[in-house]
């Protein structure tokens, strides 16, 4: 598995055992009343500014024209002081509303709090997660940690290919974010047992912070979690986890009389087809929901269970959720017959010897956005104003093209929908860059050596290689191993076996985050943290292992001549090689000489 950012800067502050804690209790059916303690606590802000300070949003600006770089300028006890003062008496500041683009010409409103704003709803993200994550149910997939579209794919698979079930109710939710009720949100919440009076009391004024328009007109929202929040993914699910649990306990947790066996699959999951034996001969519906924050199907063996239950989710919905449901978006699906839309795939079952198989195709729309995305892409590359201009747009195309595929790879017919986009995508790009194109150059990226380096359509122009989108491998989406989560020891092991850190080095990395430097700035500090990990505790030079006291942070560009303070310019070296680095006498530089006793490849570093 890839390195988990946010898990390792969790490590870093020496917070896993309060989360793992709060996990453990939540799983147990406890309550937490006194949850502002660890919100408001310095290691919870100072990992909150580490989690957002690198996200591209983090760069925008809210109503009060502040972003991440105005923050990074503060002291830590500085920011401390203040996310500490704003849950005191928490007012949130009008959040902007901006309308962003979709598809189908339409726009979607996107909601913009003002930075500090944005880092205490990462404050409370951080300590909420935990206890939300034991709560939530196995095929929610959507903006949860260790999960994403394949599995949610996998699980869709499944259900058509292994348990024989061709019948889909498909369900669209009118404008789901902007409907959200506030009063049950709460209550759901209070129901998962977060029972902190202040914390509910903070969540209430976000959920009624005013939107800006982009007319100017202020708003005061009496529903809906605005898109763009940080928090606002996980309310989002707290909300439908209550219609995962009843679709659930319809078929999947219904209790039996009488106690059957239940196993474990290689993967972790349980098989549990005795009890699904035994319940087919009660004459219950059989139906398993998989969900994708709010786009979700469910399915179902009976085309009459299909129709029963399509009519009982909507009117579940309204009454419990008071969410309406869009009449010609949703619909039963008999996958033997008709595709079924889900997450920028289209699935049907067709007929292999004697059973059904899946066939699995990007959608019309997405083929569509696609194409043009990357037709808009070969026109830059066209007009670009230099030759290093079109090599960066170049990388940017290759950057896309990656990206699809990594993406809808799992579709079992991508190569049929990548060689019809190439088609049209490279009519264009011979037509614009007519000349230029060459079938012989020399692949240096390794990712691009490894994934296209066989393949005979990559072009290259100024020796930069154009990763062909017609070259692509279909995969099978995998099942998430059950045993997964960054609350557990044991799940944290499977997350990044190979990337543990010596212990004495972790234990170093704790001591270096609670260290406060007077008169330096939050960024400083964190980077200083940052660097340390990516060196593996070790000097830059003499590639010792440093303790705590030999640990001194170089500015490669002195703040006297406007070094700053990023991640790029610093580098963590042994306090002595830092003084020999900074000595002007000729003694001082050979008595630190003497002690550092550097090489000749170490002297020219």
């Not at 660890?38 to 109503?63: H, M």
């Not at 943290?529 to 440093?546: F, N």
Request: hydrophobic fraction near 35%.
């Amino acid at each position: 598995m890839t390195k988990q950012k946010k898990l390792r800067h969790l490590e870093y502050y020496d917070l896993q055992e309060c989360f793992d804690n709060l996990y453990a209790k939540s799983k147990q059916g406890e309550v937490f009343t006194k949850l502002m303690e660890i919100i408001s606590s310095e290691e919870n802000i100072r990992l909150a500014y580490r989690n957002i300070k690198r996200n591209s949003g983090s760069y925008t600006s809210g109503t009060d024209n502040l972003n991440i770089k105005d923050i990074e300028k503060l002291s830590f006890e500085k920011l401390v002081e203040i996310i500490q003062r704003k849950f005191q008496f928490y007012k949130p500041k009008p959040v902007r509303r901006v309308e962003i683009p979709k598809p189908n010409g339409k726009t979607r409103p996107l909601g913009i709090p003002t930075i500090v704003d944005r880092l205490v709803q990462q404050c409370i993200l951080q300590v909420l997660e935990p206890i939300c994550e034991a709560k939530f149910h196995e095929r929610s997939n959507g903006f949860r940690p260790n999960r994403s579209a394949e599995h949610a794919l996998a699980q869709c698979y499944k259900m058509i290919h292994r348990q024989h079930l061709y019948f889909v109710v498909d369900v669209d939710i009118k404008g789901f974010f902007d409907n959200v009720n506030h009063s049950k949100l709460l209550r759901q919440m209070w129901a998962m047992g977060i029972r902190d009076k202040q914390l509910i009391c903070i969540i209430k004024e976000m959920l009624k912070a005013p939107i800006i328009l982009p007319d100017g007109n202020k708003v005061f929202p009496t529903k809906g979690t605005p898109q763009g929040g940080i928090l606002s993914p996980l309310l989002a699910n707290i909300v439908l986890n209550e219609l995962d649990w009843w679709i659930s306990s319809q078929w999947e947790t219904m209790p039996t009389q009488r106690n059957y066996y239940i196993g474990i699959n290689s993967n972790g999951s349980f098989n549990k087809s005795g009890v699904f034996n035994a319940l087919r001969k009660s004459g219950l519906k059989e139906m398993y929901i998989v969900r994708y924050a709010d786009d979700f199907k469910i399915f179902c063996r009976k085309r009459s269970d299909a129709d029963k239950i399509f009519i009982a989710v909507k009117q579940w919905l309204k009454g419990r959720l008071k969410l309406e449901v869009s009449e010609e978006k949703s619909k039963v699906v008999n996958l033997k017959k008709r595709y079924s839309e889900f997450l920028g795939f289209k699935l049907k079952a067709v007929r292999k010897g004697k059973k059904f198989v899946v066939r699995s195709h990007m959608t019309d729309k997405a083929v569509k956005r696609v194409t043009e995305k990357l037709k808009e892409q070969v026109r830059e590359i066209a007009h670009g104003e230099t030759k290093n201009d079109e090599i960066l747009r170049i990388k940017q195309y290759n950057s896309m093209v990656m990206g699809i595929h990594n993406y809808y790879r799992y579709a079992t017919n991508i190569s049929l929908d990548c060689m019809k986009i190439q088609f049209s995508v490279y009519t264009v790009m011979y037509h614009q860059l007519r000349g230029q194109l060459k079938k012989n150059g020399f692949i240096q990226r390794n990712v691009i050596l490894k994934n296209y380096g066989k393949s005979r359509m990559v072009r290259y122009m100024h020796q930069e290689p154009i990763c062909p989108i017609g070259y692509i491998q279909t995969r099978n989406p995998m099942y998430k191993k059950r045993k997964i989560c960054k609350y557990t020891t044991e799940g944290r092991e499977e997350i990044h076996k190979s990337l543990k850190f010596d212990e004495s080095v972790m234990t170093v990395l704790h001591m270096i985050a609670k260290e406060v430097i007077p008169n330096r700035s939050i960024e400083y500090l964190d980077n200083r943290i940052s660097l340390y990990a990516a060196q593996y505790g070790k000097c830059a030079v003499t590639g010792r292992i440093l303790w705590i006291d030999e640990i001194h942070c170089h500015h490669k560009k002195p703040t006297s001549q406007g070094g700053t303070d990023e991640y790029k310019n610093l580098v963590i070296l042994h306090k002595d090689v830092h003084m020999l680095i900074h000595a002007v006498k000729s003694e001082t530089i050979q008595a630190y000489l003497n002690k550092v006793k550097p090489d000749k490849s170490q002297l020219l570093i």
